[in-house]
């Protein structure tokens, strides 16, 4: 079949063709013609890959819009669907990703064991029968995950017949129950995981794209300058699988949707996320480790691994109250060539998960544009590589993960369901520095919340939470939020308190509406942090507060003392 491009000012359209044939060749000769309207005729693609670990890369483009409306890729292999690398000014506008085969089965519960250590999943009609390991326990009557699942992490799967996969780990047997249903999900089999991911770009912009399955996350957007905008996207379930009777339980396999290490944060609006694996949505950072300092050249390591890390003209802090530092120069080296301390590297060799001296291997040479007194062991934070200034507005959320803020930025106008609700926490070991500023949480719909995993251990145990991980001392001497508005808000019924905050300065919280709190009996979520699980609001270490006009309505009786707020 001769196909045509045609090239008219930059307006470039790819001409109908056969649903099955690949298109990733045209826009290709598109982009070298000099195209910068690109448009894709709609159709189904099943693609396998051409070379690498992603199906589609997209690489130094620079100011090109790609239309794809009624565009459907199929993902034969279970690896990334889209990547863009180095790219500024793109507009990628109406795709949907799918893969075949899922990366999730689903079935329903038929047998525990006696002893708790098993259970036997009855996999679905049409979908995949594999030995996926990563679970979901969901309640049949509400499609939704089960009130009270604890943490099942550290489970294995095997095959015991055509169709039953058997999932262990101890105790798994004494929360799931015949009847229940269960969903198994996987990350990528080959190549690179996620569905679409935005490596090192600036003012990407994607209008209605649809995720309905990924082997990782939905979307996930790390590193670069960012000031990127995702309008009218969803991550959903989608349709049956052939052969299936029952509708799909998932959608990503991890995260929805995360945006991590960048400069500017996000416009997330008029979005939908519904049924995935883990997180809904979240902005995240990282703190770096300093590991030498001398002769004006220090050495640092992120926590991440999976990030550039800093960048020339990024600033460095302690704290808040702390110190600022601007990098003058960088580069990246391994630790074996970094010259590092003999009882540094030792410290590294033995750290233990959730440390301090848990860190990339790959270490970032730095010269600052002063003096620093940082020693080895101690902890920054860079306010450039935070994602700072997101907006994430007018959103519809519908998924068992939480929203996870560790940037300041403006987040109004949502609907949230899921039991995990809102959390704002750097999510760092004792010693990691970390200063959220500039937050507002304003005229939102929280419902349903505090049904997450109980967590005795850690400090995320309101519907609305602004918690750090730190002693009580550290947290007196350095806080790590400042300047917070929460104002207009309704939390809807749920488990545990409405809003716990701590380690803040300059907090405002007015015309909040809590609604039937306490009629559930709490769960545990931060025993270990003294919490008060029968408050309503509870704030600690905290000063510069104005707490007014809130309203409590339909009290419970789990309630205690409702409001408690001491400095």
Same mark, same amino acid.
């Given at each position: ?10 307006f470039?359209?790819? %001409?109908?063709?056969e ?8 826009v ?22 051409l ?12 100011? *090109? ?27 990628? %506008? ?60 550290g ?64 979307i ?18 989608g ?18 949707f ?27 950072? !990282? ?19 999976s ?53 990339s291997?790959?270490c970032?040479? *730095?010269?600052?544009d002063?003096?620093s007194?940082?020693?080895?062991g ?5 306010p ?60 939102n719909t929280?419902?349903?919340?505090g ?13 609305? !939470? ?16 400042k ?22 300065t ?7 509406r ?21 408050a ?22 789990f ?9």
């Open positions: 079949m001769i196909r045509q491009l045609l090239c008219l000012l930059f470039t359209t790819l %001409q109908p063709i649903a099955a044939e690949d298109f990733r060749p045209l290709s000769e598109a982009i070298q013609r000099g195209g910068k309207r690109i448009v894709i005729a709609p159709g189904v693609y099943r693609l396998a890959p070379s690498g670990g992603e199906l589609w890369k997209l690489t130094g483009l620079s100011n *090109v819009e790609i239309i794809a409306d009624g565009v459907s890729i199929i993902g034969t292999k279970l690896m990334r669907a889209v990547s863009l690398h180095g790219c500024s000014g793109v507009t990628l %506008q109406g795709l949907t990703v799918d893969y075949d085969p899922l990366p999730f089965t689903q079935g329903e519960v038929i047998a525990g064991a006696d002893d708790g250590s098993h259970i036997d999943v009855k996999i679905h009609a049409g979908y995949p029968r594999r030995p996926y390991a990563r679970i979901d326990v969901i309640d049949a009557s509400t499609r939704f995950r089960k009130k009270g699942m604890p943490f099942l992490w489970t294995t799967a095997e095959m015991i017949s055509d169709d039953v996969v058997r999932i262990h780990r101890d105790g798994i047997a004494k929360f799931a129950r015949p009847g229940d249903l269960a969903s198994l999900s996987t990350g990528q089999e080959t190549g690179a995981c996620h569905a679409m991911a935005i490596e090192q770009c600036e003012r990407i912009a994607f209008r209605n794209i649809t995720v309905h399955s990924a082997p990782g996350m939905g996930v957007e790390v590193d670069g300058e960012g000031g990127s905008s995702f309008i009218g996207c969803k991550i959903l379930p349709p049956k699988p052939v052969g299936a009777t029952e509708a799909r339980l998932l959608s990503s396999s991890w995260d929805a995360q945006s991590k290490t960048i400069r500017k944060g996000p416009l997330v609006e008029n979005c939908e996320i519904t049924d995935a694996g883990d997180d809904s949505w979240s902005v995240q950072s !990282s703190d770096f480790v300093v590991l030498k300092n001398e002769g004006g050249t220090m050495v640092l390591a992120s926590r991440d691994e990030t550039h890390g800093v960048q020339d003209g990024d600033r460095l802090r302690t704290s808040l109250v702390g110190p600022e530092y601007r990098i003058t120069s960088r580069k990246v080296v391994p630790r074996d060539e970094a010259a590092l301390a003999a009882d540094i590297l030792d410290k590294l060799s033995k750290a233990e998960t959730w440390s301090l001296w848990k860190v291997p790959q970032i040479v *730095v010269t600052l002063r003096a007194e940082l020693k080895p101690d902890s920054v934070y860079s450039d590589r935070m994602g700072n200034g997101f907006i994430f507005r007018n959103n519809r959320i519908h998924s068992p993960g939480r929203v996870l803020l560790k940037a300041g930025g403006l987040m109004e106008d949502n609907v949230l369901d899921t039991p995990h609700a809102l959390v704002v926490c750097p999510e760092l070991p004792g010693g990691g520095a970390a200063g959220i500023e500039d937050l507002i949480i304003r005229n929280i419902r349903h919340g049904w997450f995993c109980p967590a005795p251990w850690g400090s995320q145990a309101g519907i609305i !939470s602004l918690t750090a991980t730190a002693s009580s001392s550290e947290l007196r001497a350095k806080p790590v939020f300047n917070v508005r929460i104002e207009g808000n309704i939390v809807e019924g749920g488990s545990g308190p409405h809003l716990v905050v701590s380690s803040a300059g907090v405002i919280v007015h015309h909040n809590f609604v039937s709190p306490q009629h559930d009996a709490p769960p545990a979520t931060g025993e270990s942090y003294r919490i008060a699980k029968s309503v609001v509870w704030m600690r270490e905290c000063d510069a507060i104005s707490y007014e006009e809130n309203t409590i309505e339909d009290i419970g009786t309630a205690s003392e409702p409001v408690q707020i001491q400095k």
